[in-house]
């Protein structure tokens, strides 16, 4: 059977690899995408989108529960499980048959099944109903990752979960321990904290959000722990001993191990790349700790292979895997792309509160060697923060104190996951801080804080 012929094929139907299809399409290209499970791949079926509808169940019921402040009246608020888990799963489905539409609208050839790349410029895949057989010029891999297994704390579906367990759970846990404090430990750990389940989060490094910055970091463990969330930093899960309905955990902190049980465990230590099957190493493409090696255009150093997205490396977000197949897509049609820059991509986390950043942390800053100015602005002297019972946050901004560049922003508190926008768009057009200063901001919103961190780190903050 002849090969069919493309111009482009795409491995891996998620956020980055989907978006370089349809852009490639736009342009002119013929294009193929292999998926071996969903359209819309983890970020849209297990990831991103149906945890944030989870959130969303939680952040209501919170609010339920304060209703008084606000001069309303609930009684006896409540929950079911799974009629929350099952709205989730919905947004889920609708959102991949989204993907499927535009595919077929951009005239993208969809091929489901498993893909190896048995030669420079052929994909092999495994279907239902055999194999077939494709060829063309430039393979863009875009396969993702997946949840990383510790040995000794491997996932079962009962006692321990992965996130797809997390998002499709058994039951509801009473005594929850989440290891991993990064955004989707940290998100798992707030949803079913607010909903009842009594957590305990571990986490290795010396804070939680580890990557955030330390005041950040600081204040939201501030408000976790006063939500009644256990946080342990600087400790490590050694083992799992595994009962009937139970675990017991042995954590090693501060020198000593003790132990505790618990009902449920959420892993969540980062991901590993899926790059397994595919035939990269005997193409003489570099894989690196499961990760595809790539240049800053994401090419891999074999000629018309490309790797976007989780596969090729930090920051893990989906937002980067589209920008990042957006850019290749232009550069296989001939133009000349910028290359996405890690530092200008913001982080989000949906916990309670939210939290959001771009750029350098103060610390990281100063590491690099910069003078920095550094402004804050508390959510407690905002109006519209007052006025939506949400008082507590921080905007915090860095400047190189010689040029005025923003170097960096991070934020906790309600919204902020939004609001961060702003300061990416800032730093995306190299804005200094005369130019935020001057930027008129609306009233009354949150937004304001913003500009008024910009103020302080010059010492001229008008309401603090």
């Not at 209501?60 to 499980?81: C, I, N, Q, T, W």
């Not at 609001?419 to 009233?443: A, D, S």
């Amino acid at each position: 059977m002849a090969a069919k012929t493309f111009d482009m094929i795409v491995i891996g139907a998620g956020p980055g690899g989907y978006v370089a299809a349809i852009r490639g399409a736009q342009l002119g290209l013929s294009v193929a995408v292999v998926e071996r499970e969903n359209l819309g791949g983890i970020c849209l079926n297990w990831g991103c989108i149906p945890t944030k509808a989870l959130l969303r169940s939680s952040e209501v019921f919170h609010l339920m529960h304060r209703a008084k402040e606000f001069g309303l009246s609930v009684e006896k608020p409540g929950y079911d499980l799974k009629k929350v888990v099952e709205r989730s799963r919905g947004v889920a489905k609708q959102l991949s048959g989204g993907v499927a539409h535009l595919l077929k609208k951009n005239k993208v050839t969809v091929v489901m099944g498993e893909a190896t790349i048995p030669a420079k410029g052929k994909v092999s895949v495994k279907t239902d109903k055999g194999s077939e057989e494709l060829s063309a010029k430039h393979i863009v891999v875009a396969t993702g990752a997946r949840a990383r297994e510790l040995p000794g704390l491997e996932a079962d579906g009962d006692l321990v979960w992965t996130y797809r367990h997390a998002l499709n759970p058994p039951r509801m846990p009473k005594k929850l321990l989440v290891i991993g404090s990064g955004a989707i430990g940290i998100e798992f750990a707030s949803f079913y904290n607010t909903l009842g389940s009594e957590t305990t989060v571990v986490e290795v490094m010396d804070r939680v959000l580890p990557v955030e910055d330390a005041e950040i970091s600081a204040f939201a463990k501030k408000q976790f722990v006063k939500q009644g969330m256990k946080i342990m930093e600087k400790a490590m899960v050694k083992q799992l001993d595994r009962g009937k309905g139970k675990v017991t955990a042995h954590i090693e902190v501060g020198g000593k191990v003790e132990t505790q049980e618990f009902d449920t465990v959420i892993s969540a230590v980062g991901i590993v790349g899926n790059t397994e099957g595919l035939g990269l190493e005997a193409l003489g493409v570099t894989v690196d700790r499961t990760h595809v090696t790539v240049d800053e255009y994401c090419r891999t150093g074999v000629d018309g292979i490309y790797a976007i997205g989780d596969i090729a490396g930090a920051p893990w977000l989906a937002h980067k895997a589209s920008h990042e197949g957006v850019m290749i897509a232009e550069m296989i049609a001939g133009g000349h792309p910028h290359p996405v820059r890690p530092e200008s991509i913001a982080g989000c986390t949906y916990c309670q509160p939210q939290v959001a950043s771009v750029g350098l942390t103060e610390a990281k800053a100063k590491e690099a060697g910069y003078e920095v100015n550094v402004g804050r602005f508390p959510f407690i002297g905002n109006g519209k923060a007052i006025a939506l019972g949400e008082p507590e946050g921080m905007v915090k901004t860095v400047f190189d104190a010689k040029t005025g560049e923003l170097l960096g922003a991070h934020m906790v508190g309600a919204e902020v996951t939004e609001l961060i926008q702003g300061y990416v768009i800032g730093r995306t057009l190299e804005t200094t801080e005369e130019e935020l200063m001057n930027t008129v901001f609306p009233h009354p919103t949150l937004s304001e804080m913003m500009h008024e961190s910009v103020l302080d780190a010059y010492g001229r903050a008008i309401h603090f």
